[in-house]
Nanobody, 116 residues
């Protein structure tokens, strides 16, 4: 299993970024995928999740209405569109997969910095 994130960077408050997570090594279309983030000095937190077919999504309250998670099963990629970014969105963003009851996979993370 491999999860490779991309798309992070430095953006001004109010700006947008789109993160991508390219997956390989498993049947991508069969699994729920999620994005987490971890800010300095804070615990890692769930940002958004999407069902295997993409019909169901869930979001942390802090990002509802600003972030959109989506997936392309043909490309084996999950996305996180982030709009109206705030300084408090600054964090390392991780792609996450759980297989079975307790097997977790994480990407290497991509840094998002929101600052003027």
């Amino acid at each position: 299993v491999q999860l490779v994130e991309s798309g992070g960077g430095l953006v001004q408050p109010g700006g947008s970024l789109r993160l991508s997570c390219a997956a390989s090594g498993f049947t991508f279309s069969s699994y729920v995928m999620s994005w987490y983030r971890q800010a300095p000095g804070k615990e890692r937190e769930l940002v958004a999740g999407i069902s295997s077919a993409g019909g169901t999504t869930n979001y942390a309250d802090s990002v509802k209405g600003r972030f959109t998670i989506s997936r392309d099963n043909a490309k084996k990629t999950v996305y996180l569109q982030m709009n109206s970014l705030k300084p408090e969105d600054t964090a390392v963003y991780y792609c996450y997969l759980r297989m079975g009851w307790s097997t977790d996979y994480w990407g290497q993370g991509t840094q998002v910095t929101v600052s003027s």
